[in-house]
């Protein structure tokens, strides 16, 4: 357990507390939490596997659904997991195994509207994460149209964001 007034963070990454998370970071972060996504989707496929054959054991058969109706399932399961992680706690998975924070305008975890929409929109338009490599403020195409930032936050306190409201 760390003593009071000792920081768990070593002194170097300290520096990036409050600034906006680059598109590495960012993907990263991304990539974990499509895992994440991915896993669930598998339990939850499983789950219905292994009932569909407690029910009819004999007459069992994997189940197997239209392509579209599996990536509708895959992308509302993807835009619950990333909106009610945003609002409950501004940062998925994937962004506390990185060090980042999903912030409205005033520094606040999103509210649940607006972390929906942003979500939606990630699922959406997925290629407009690419705008933090040559945005100034290093924010997405997301962040521009909610009025979000994903800042580093590495001791988990929730930054003030840094950039124009």
Known sequence: MAQPGVSPVPREPRSYQGRPAGIVTRTVA???????VLLGLLVAYAAVAGALFVLSPR??????????????????????YLALSWWLNGRTYGDRLMGLHVVDRRGRDPRLGVALLRAL?????????LWVAISRENRSVQDLVMRTAVVYDLQGM????????
């Open 158 to 165: 929730t930054p003030a964001p840094t950039f124009p409201p």
């Open 59 to 80: 007459e069992f058969a994997l189940p197997a659904g239209e392509l579209f109706l599996n990536l509708t399932a895959a992308a509302v399961v993807t835009v619950l």
């Open 121 to 129: 929109l990630c699922v959406l338009f997925p290629i407009g994460i």
């Open 30 to 36: 991304a990539l974990v939490d499509g895992v994440v």
